[in-house]
């Protein structure tokens, strides 16, 4: 029988996360949903847009929250209520045992991580820790406690580092250059071999960067955008940056969890490169959001910064989704300058709430 979430254990996590002061889970379907999704990493940009998809399709959504000093929530506070949020650490199986025992999962989605590239430089053994060990823990509780559920794995166009090719698809090699990237391959090939070997339905979903007005603020999209809401607000100067010249294909977030989702819908499990077949550098992001924000000038307010240096970089990335455009019906709409002003405008909006008039 399926164990029962006991109220006060997920209700004082909310209290905690989030300061809620209501009965445990208000709003949670009285009905079993047809189908239930696990999500490490509910709190980032992708896990929070993935939870709201998959409530809008009737999945029952769960999610692992770590426990922190002081709870980050703002990108699932408006999910309270709705999913619901269990203890657990990619660092600790027994708590993802649990969280899979109590869960049942048809599908789960490993999407925690330590994120940041920069930081995998100073924080190897953590990097590796989180990013790939805990996917292999992660593993290991699906092979004990949910042997028959999907896996989704969040591999990353990271793994290509100094690709060879102009447009990288899932038959190119790896050649990772940080500590985040080598993570990411040793996740990725122990999600290929725990399929090869024990027959679980895995998947890696290969994507290329994907940015939101809910990603993180040290990374460059966003501080970009942030930065250039500050200076149109006048509560900021300048905009610090490393490298201007590094090339990335940027999507919508939103659109790379609804490939997520479609990659664990086939019978068989395969992976998938996930991108929007683009590449634009760092300068021409600050540029298209100076322009979204009414400032010509641009170049006036860019810092270059060699603290933000790396000890190796990756020049160039640009992803080819041909496999997930014919095979999974998938294709990144949302385009270079929508997505920028999209950021920059809800920067401005947010920045505008807080600023001296
Ligand atoms: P993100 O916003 O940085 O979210 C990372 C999530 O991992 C957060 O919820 C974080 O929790 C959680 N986490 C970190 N350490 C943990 C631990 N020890 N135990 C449990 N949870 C932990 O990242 P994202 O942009 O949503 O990306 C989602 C995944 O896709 C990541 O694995 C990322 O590496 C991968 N990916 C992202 C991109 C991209 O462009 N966004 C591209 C390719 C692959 P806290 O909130 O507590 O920090």
């Given at each position: 029988?399926?164990?029962?979430?006991?109220?006060?254990?997920?209700?004082?996590?909310?209290?905690?996360?989030?300061?809620?002061?209501?009965?445990?889970?208000?709003?949670?379907?009285?009905?079993?949903?047809?189908?239930?999704?696990?999500?490490?990493?509910?709190?980032?940009?992708?896990?929070?847009?993935?939870?709201?998809?998959?409530?809008?399709?009737?999945?029952?959504?769960?999610?692992?929250?770590?426990?922190?000093?002081?709870?980050?929530?703002?990108?699932?506070?408006?999910?309270?209520?709705?999913?619901?949020?269990?203890?657990?650490?990619?660092?600790?199986?027994?708590?993802?045992?649990?969280?899979?025992?109590?869960?049942?999962?048809?599908?789960?989605?490993?999407?925690?991580?330590?994120?940041?590239?920069?930081?995998?430089?100073?924080?190897?053994?953590?990097?590796?820790?989180?990013?790939?060990?805990?996917?292999?823990?992660?593993?290991?509780?699906?092979?004990?406690?949910?042997?028959?559920?999907?896996?989704?794995?969040?591999?990353?166009?990271?793994?290509?580092?100094?690709?060879?090719?102009?447009?990288?698809?899932?038959?190119?090699?790896?050649?990772?250059?940080?500590?985040?990237?080598?993570?990411?391959?040793?996740?990725?090939?122990?999600?290929?071999?725990?399929?090869?070997?024990?027959?679980?339905?895995?998947?890696?979903?290969?994507?290329?960067?994907?940015?939101?007005?809910?990603?993180?603020?040290?990374?460059?999209?966003?501080?970009?955008?942030?930065?250039?809401?500050?200076?149109?607000?006048?509560?900021?100067?300048?905009?610090?940056l490393?490298s201007l010249t590094?090339?990335?294909?940027?999507?919508?977030?939103?659109?790379?969890?609804?490939?997520?989702?479609?990659?664990?819908?086939?019978?068989?499990?395969?992976?998938?490169?996930?991108?929007?077949?683009?590449?634009?550098s760092v300068e021409?992001?600050a540029?298209?959001?100076?322009?979204?924000?009414?400032?010509?000038?641009?170049?006036?307010?860019?810092?270059t910064?060699?603290?933000?240096?790396?000890?190796?970089?990756?020049?160039?990335?640009?992803?080819?989704?041909?496999?997930?455009?014919?095979?999974?019906?998938?294709?990144?709409?949302?385009?270079?300058?929508?997505?920028?002003?999209?950021?920059?405008?809800?920067?401005?909006?947010?920045?505008?709430?807080?600023?001296?008039?």
């Amino acid at each position: 029988m399926r164990p029962q979430l006991g109220p006060s254990k997920a209700g004082s996590l909310e209290d905690k996360l989030l300061g809620f002061r209501g009965p445990a889970l208000p709003g949670m379907p009285s009905a079993p949903a047809e189908k239930r999704a696990l999500i490490t990493g509910i709190t980032g940009q992708d896990g929070s847009f993935l939870a709201e998809q998959l409530l809008a399709k009737g999945y029952e959504v769960y999610g692992i929250v770590r426990r922190l000093s002081t709870p980050n929530p703002q990108n699932i506070r408006h999910l309270l209520g709705t999913v619901h949020l269990l203890d657990g650490d990619l660092h600790d199986q027994a708590s993802l045992e649990t969280a899979i025992r109590f869960s049942e999962p048809d599908e789960i989605y490993n999407l925690a991580a330590q994120s940041f590239v920069g930081v995998s430089f100073n924080q190897p053994v953590v990097t590796g820790e989180v990013t790939g060990l805990g996917a292999l823990r992660l593993l290991e509780a699906m092979r004990s406690r949910a042997d028959k559920a999907r896996l989704y794995q969040a591999s990353s166009s990271e793994m290509f580092g100094q690709g060879v090719a102009e447009r990288l698809n899932e038959g190119n090699g790896f050649h990772p250059r940080s500590p985040y990237g080598v993570a990411k391959v040793f996740a990725y090939w122990a999600c290929v071999n725990y399929r090869e070997s024990y027959g679980l339905y895995i998947a890696n979903g290969i994507l290329f960067n994907h940015e939101s007005e809910r990603r993180g603020l040290e990374f460059v999209t966003r501080k970009i955008s942030d930065g250039v809401a500050r200076i149109r607000h006048g509560l900021a100067s300048d905009l610090h940056l490393g490298s201007l010249t590094s090339q990335r294909d940027w999507g919508y977030a939103p659109e790379y969890t609804d490939l997520m989702w479609r990659i664990l819908q086939p019978t068989v499990a395969e992976d998938y490169v996930g991108a929007t077949g683009e590449t634009h550098s760092v300068e021409e992001f600050a540029r298209e959001a100076f322009r979204a924000a009414g400032i010509d000038d641009w170049s006036r307010y860019i810092v270059t910064d060699r603290r933000f240096a790396r000890p190796a970089d990756v020049d160039h990335l640009c992803g080819d989704a041909t496999k997930a455009k014919e095979r999974l019906g998938w294709e990144a709409k949302v385009r270079f300058p929508e997505l920028v002003h999209r950021m920059v405008q809800a920067d401005l909006a947010r920045h505008a709430r807080t600023a001296p008039s």
